[in-house]
């Protein structure tokens, strides 16, 4: 691509950062050029944060529905899966599988809801009392 080619798109980052390619001069040599964004890379970005959003919306659903415990809500939202959690946790994946049903989660000590907010980064208050939290 020709340096007068580089595509400068405002995406979401556009503000932020700036994206390094590398693109041909005049002469025909390759060096860098810094480009805002490209409009195929923002549809793409935007798409899979709609995906994000709702992966979360439907944890959001399916907690208020009693299928899930807030555990998972919180997982979708931090965008984390359960080998990450237990990285965070120090729980082995087996049982952050289990506190993932509202029964067992709602038998958790507060230590271990304790180390769950802390790897959330929210208060414990807002793990235990989700249906009345606004989230």
């Known amino acids: 691509m020709k340096k007068e080619d580089l595509p400068q798109d405002p995406g979401a980052l556009a503000k932020f950062t700036r994206e390094v390619c590398y693109v041909k001069n005049g002469d025909g040599k390759y060096e860098t050029a810094l480009s805002v964004g490209w409009d195929i890379k923002k549809q793409a970005l935007d798409s899979a944060w709609d995906e994000v959003n709702q992966r979360v919306e439907d944890a959001r659903q399916a907690v208020l529905a009693g299928e899930k415990s807030p555990i998972h809500y919180f997982m979708e939202l ?37 180390k769950y907010a802390r790897a959330f980064d929210i208060p414990v208050s807002e793990l235990k009392n989700f249906k009345t939290s606004n989230p």
């Not at 729980?91 to 304790?114: G, M, T, Y």
């Open 78 to 114: 931090r965008l984390m899966d359960i080998p990450v959690l237990a990285g965070y946790t120090g729980f082995f994946p087996f049982f952050i599988k289990r506190h993932l049903k509202p029964a067992v989660f709602a038998s958790l000590s507060e230590r271990k809801l304790e």
